[in-house]
């Protein structure tokens, strides 16, 4: 690969989920470097691919000087010359593994599909990873099949990374509803969840006069009555 340091301006860089290692931009990593910027830190250049100015490494600092400086804001890029696509995914996720906001156990799995998914065997995406390669094998199995237009699906497959909460769901096919519901459930154990609101509610620390609160206590209360009856 070879590689040059241009200035560009930022609307020019294009961001593409189908190289981007990880599964969603973390919005608070975005807001600290929005500060770094405003308080006058240099960021490390962003790298694209030289010929389709699609980010490699730095979804998060572009969308920081797009916030801070504007769709027009001009910052040096470097522009690097890939041979195909799955070359494109290594790298993106090489550097990605190396720096800036860890991977989760989501952004791992997609990339362990991804990478095998480009023809890259379980030694070189743990080099890519930086895990022992037997961790490969245990990070591919945390998914499930998904319809194909599900919006969490790895690119190029019509498979779903699972979260912590659902991870007993590995190796089932989940329906379009439970593929969108996906998005929105949290990446702790539920277990966990219980446990604090049963103490929430033990010590009297929930807030009783919150009314969307208590309609959705009760329609928890609901659904528990008629799951546990079953």
């Known amino acids: 690969m070879s590689s ?5 301006c930022v609307a020019e860089l294009v961001e593409d989920m189908d190289i981007y290692p990880r599964h969603a931009i973390d919005t608070s990593h975005v807001q600290a470097l929005s500060f770094a910027l405003e308080a006058g830190t240099t960021l490390p250049p ?5 010929k389709s100015k699609r980010i490699i490494d730095g979804w998060h600092r572009k969308r920081a000087y ?3 400086h504007g769709p027009e804001a001009i910052v040096d890029v470097e522009l690097v010359s890939y ?3 799955a070359e494109m995914k290594l790298d993106a996720i090489c550097r990605n593994a190396q720096h800036g906001r860890r991977f989760d156990a989501i952004d791992r799995t997609r990339c362990v599909i991804m990478l095998r998914g480009a023809g890259f065997n379980d030694g070189k995406i743990a080099l890519a990873l930086n895990v022992p390669e037997k961790r490969v094998e245990k990070l ?3 998914i499930a099949t998904a319809p194909k237009s599900a919006e969490q699906n790895v690119p190029g497959s019509n498979v779903i990374t699972l979260k912590r909460s659902v991870s007993h769901l590995k190796g089932t096919v989940l329906s379009k509803s439970q593929a969108k519901a996906h998005a929105s459930l949290p990446g702790t154990s539920f277990l966990l969840i219980a446990r604090q609101l049963c103490l929430g509610l033990t010590e009297k620390m929930v ?3 919150d009314e969307r609160l208590i309609e959705q206590l009760a329609e928890l209360r609901d659904l528990l009555v008629s799951r546990l009856a079953a």
């Open 83 to 85: 041979k195909n696509e």
């Open 140 to 142: 591919a199995i945390k």
């Open 207 to 209: 807030n009783m006069e």
């Open 4 to 8: 040059k340091t241009k200035t560009i």
């Open 46 to 50: 962003i790298v694209a691919d030289q």
């Open 66 to 68: 797009r916030r801070i």
